[in-house]
């Protein structure tokens, strides 16, 4: 069983700076590719940042330059940095752990089943 636990969400003004964190296991993070993904109310998830075991990462258009994602293995954590942010990242964040594949390639939503229960990340404007 995979446990993943999301931290470091708030409300932020337009411009400014959040740090967002998943603990797991460290065998989670050394093993399979990592996700962060976002939902907005009314909106589909969507993928936001993927970082493999080898630590490369990807990242979608609308958050490249902004946000980064990094891992700490020995620590077992999972962080995303954003910076810039704005009302439209105005989301519902959540970790994911994917099921088997160590490196991210083109794995959507379904090949992720492991979730954190989500951190609330709100910017006004």
């Known amino acids: 069983q995979v446990l993943l636990v999301e931290s470091g969400g708030g409300s932020v003004q337009a411009g400014g700076s959040l740090r967002l964190s998943c603990a797991s296991s460290?065998?989670?993070?050394?093993?399979?590719?990592m996700a962060w993904f976002r939902q907005a109310p009314g909106k589909g998830r969507e993928k936001v940042a993927r970082i493999d075991i080898r630590g490369i990462t990807t990242y979608a258009d609308s958050v490249k330059g902004r946000f980064t994602v990094s891992k700490d293995s020995a620590m077992s954590t999972l962080a995303l940095q954003m910076n810039s942010l704005q009302p439209e990242d105005t989301a519902m964040y959540y970790c994911?752990?994917?099921?088997?594949?160590?490196?991210?390639?083109?794995?959507?939503?379904?090949?992720?089943?492991?979730w954190g229960k989500g951190t609330q990340v709100t910017v006004s404007s």
């Open positions: 460290v065998h989670t993070f050394a093993a399979r590719c």
């Open positions: 994911a752990a994917a099921g088997g594949s160590r490196y991210c390639g083109d794995l959507g939503e379904a090949d992720f089943p492991y």
